[in-house]
């Protein structure tokens, strides 16, 4: 079993930045073993789930949604089991509530299987 716990959210002028932080429970043995595919996702009101970023199958490269290129990074810390999300230059509606997941590669894009973190909300102040 895999437990994600994200912090970090909370309220921003536009142009400003957050950080968001995605600890994974359990050693990373375990996490390793069940062979995970780690990322973000976000939800506005009104709004489908969509992907943020995430970190390739093979853990070696990222994917952004486009429109997100250049102000959000997705970075790691195998150490701590934290995957983290810089987000710079923040507008209105990038206000939503901000999801870590984590699931095997053949699950990832099927949110009935896999992991999901409670979210943390983001609200940007034009």
């Known amino acids: 079993q895999v437990q994600l716990v994200e912090s970090g959210g909370g309220l921003v002028q536009s142009g400003g930045s957050l950080r968001l932080s995605c600890t994974i429970d359990?050693?990373?043995?375990?996490?390793?073993?069940?062979?995970?595919?780690l990322g973000w996702h976000r939800q506005a009101p009104g709004k489908q789930r969509e992907l943020v970023a995430r970190?390739?199958?093979?853990?070696?490269?990222?994917n952004y949604l486009d429109s997100l290129k250049g102000r959000f990074t997705i970075s790691k810390d195998a150490g701590k089991n934290t995957i983290y999300l810089q987000m710079n230059n923040l507008r209105p509606e990038d206000t939503g509530v901000y999801f870590c997941?984590?699931?095997?590669?053949?699950?990832?894009?099927?949110?009935?299987?896999?992991?999901w973190g409670r979210g943390t909300q983001v609200t940007v102040s034009a």
């Open positions: 359990g050693s990373t043995t375990t996490i390793s073993g069940q062979n995970l595919v």
């Open positions: 970190f390739t199958a093979n853990g070696l490269g990222t």
């Open positions: 997941r984590a699931a095997p590669m053949y699950q990832y894009y099927n949110p009935d299987f896999g992991y």
